[in-house]
Nanobody, 125 residues
Framework: QVQLVESGGGLVQAGGSLRLSCAASGDTICISAMGWYRQAPGEERELVAAITSDGSTNYADSVKGRFTISRDNAKNTLYLQMNSLKPEDTAVYYC???????????????????WGQGTQVTVSS
């Protein structure tokens, strides 16, 4: 079982910056990919950015060049640095972790998704 606790959301003016944090706890040894999703009112939840345990990243086109995802594996913490924020970025942001099963020293079957409760980001124009 993995618990994800987010922080860093809030209200910011357009052009400003925020940094979201997501602290993972519990059975974290087999966490592989982690990511940030967001859901705006009336919209589907979408992937914002993802990062693997070795640091490979990918981003939604809408945030490329503005957002940076990173992780501190030692602290089991995921970050999203958001710069040049736009009103269109307003959404509830969710932390996600893909977890596997440990067998001895091997992690496998990365089939378990865990979610944070979400943190509100509001960007005013």
């Amino acid at each position: 079982q993995v618990q994800l606790v987010e922080s860093g959301g809030g209200l910011v003016q357009a052009g400003g910056s925020l940094r979201l944090s997501c602290a993972a706890s519990g059975d974290t040894i087999c966490i592989s990919a982690m990511g940030w999703y967001r859901q705006a009112p009336g919209e589907e939840r979408e992937l914002v950015a993802a990062i693997t345990s070795d640091g490979s990243t990918n981003y939604a086109d809408s945030v490329k060049g503005r957002f940076t995802i990173s992780r501190d594996n030692a602290k089991n913490t995921l970050y999203l640095q958001m710069n040049s924020l736009k009103p269109e970025d307003t959404a509830v942001y969710y932390c996600n972790a893909l977890n596997g099963i440990v067998a001895g020293t091997i992690c496998h079957r990365f089939l378990y998704d865990y979610w944070g409760q979400g943190t509100q980001v509001t960007v005013s124009s």
